[in-house]
């Protein structure tokens, strides 16, 4: 049988999925980073609401916006061991309440003692926002209420209170980016792992020795053919070795046959010694589905402790790669 062989590089076998997975995990990671970019401080006063009546801030235009939505954050300044319970409100232009939140906030303080040491410590907690996100252009107003306002030890408590109010637009709710990136980056991972190890094994070899040999039947237009050489050598393995890879047809006739000239890699350890590695990956696309011998040689042979011959169909692969094309003629 005549068989023509050529060389063609390819980006027709590449696993799309695999770096579907890992555009994913980018496109996550690359909105985390740039969120804050995204944000606009609209307005950042202080405001003081007396527990009859609520106090409204100036107007605020507020567009759609693809990404983000626009937050309202108002945190209470009260003393120490004291809470409130406050509503926020967003009026339209007609005053009707379009939504609303409450928090009831609290600081408190005290002194631990533990072992003969001691120490103050004091907690609160006095941020509350609301999130909301625009469909079409809106005039909104923003209004704070006291609702109640007391002490910790039950002293209810009639006087102003101060709040902070921040509203910025273009903001991200970075946790639910922060959980996807914690799941689709093992996700990506996988994949790309995936897509090195694609392809039913036909083939697996491993002799102590320097000249595997295998058979199998695989092949055809639409499959890639990964041949993959392993050669480990002891101390004495020159800096290169050369790798001879034979394929033969279902008659026993030789349709490849290619020597290749790989470097060396020593593995040591604390200095010492451990195996000389040599790896070569070569991919073919053979035009029939049939029965197919693969045989490697390595040269030197001397110092080769073990040869591994892996050969998958129906691979995958990563990048755009050097594809060697068996047709019959």
Request: proline share 4%; charged share 25%.
């Amino acid at each position: 049988m005549q068989v023509a062989i050529t060389t063609k590089r390819t980006s027709r076998f590449i696993d799309r999925w695999a770096w579907g997975a890992f555009s994913g995990f980018i496109l996550i990671f690359v909105t985390l980073i740039m969120s804050p970019l995204w944000q606009r401080t609209l307005l950042d006063e202080k405001v003081t609401v007396q527990d009859d009546e609520p106090a409204k801030l100036k107007p605020i235009e507020l567009k759609p916006h693809t990404l983000g939505a626009m937050r309202v954050d108002a945190e209470a300044r009260i003393n120490a061991n004291e809470w409130v319970a406050f509503e926020i409100q967003l009026l339209d232009k007609a005053g009707k309440v379009i939504a609303s939140g409450t928090k009831e906030a609290w600081r408190e303080t005290g002194t631990w003692y533990e072992d003969g040491e001691s120490g103050n410590w004091d907690e609160q907690d006095t941020l509350g926002g609301l999130d909301v996100r625009a469909k079409q252009d809106e005039t909104l107003t923003i209004a704070l209420a006291v609702l109640d306002y007391g002490t910790t030890e039950g002293k209810d408590l009639n006087q102003p209170v101060s709040f902070q109010v921040t509203v910025s637009n273009g903001i991200i709710d970075t946790g639910y980016l922060w959980l996807g990136i914690i799941f689709s980056c093992p996700l990506s991972l996988a994949t790309m792992y995936a897509a090195r190890k694609s392809g039913k094994r036909a083939i697996f070899e491993q002799i102590n020795d320097s000249d595997p040999t295998g058979r199998a039947i695989l092949g055809g237009e639409k499959r890639l053919v990964r041949v993959r050489v392993e050669v480990e050598a002891d101390e004495t393995a020159p800096p290169q070795f050369e790798v001879t890879l034979v394929i033969n047809d279902s008659y026993g006739e030789q349709i490849y046959c290619e020597s290749t000239v790989v470097n060396v890699k020593r593995k040591t350890k604390d200095g010492s010694f451990i195996k000389a590695v040599v790896k070569l990956d070569k991919f073919f696309v053979m035009s029939e589905r049939g029965s197919y011998g693969f045989h490697v040689d390595v040269y030197p042979d001397a110092p080769v402790d073990r040869t591994k011959l892996i050969v998958r169909d129906g691979a995958r692969t990563l990048l755009p790669t050097d594809v060697i094309y068996a047709r019959k003629q």
